[in-house]
């Protein structure tokens, strides 16, 4: 690579403007390529885009989960729960700390 630091800042203004020009053109290519393998890709198989792109659409929906019933309620306010899935809410952190257990919380 060629050391730039005795450029001025005026070459240098230029290099960064021909460089983004360049980057600019490369990712149009390579936008154009994966075109071009998809088109070929589709045409091996027998298929159209529209066809392909019609599978990946139906392919990604999925179902609904069912919620996760609580596990642990909060005994000074029972609206607040946790399913025991995932960061443990500030209320159960500041009754643990306090010297409770994770089991005097369970529903």
Known sequence: MPDISNLSVEELKRLQIEAEALI????????EDA????IAIA????LSIEQILEFG????????RKSVEPR????????????GRGKQPRWLVA????????EDFLI
């Open 72 to 83: 642990y309620r909060n005994k000074s306010n029972a609206a607040e729960t946790w399913t």
């Open 35 to 38: 075109y071009t393998q998809i």
């Open 95 to 102: 009754q643990l700390e306090k010297g409770a257990k994770l």
């Open 24 to 31: 600019a053109s490369k990712k149009d290519q390579a936008v």
């Open 57 to 64: 659409a139906t392919k990604r929906k999925k179902g609904t």
């Open 43 to 46: 045409e091996n198989v027998g």
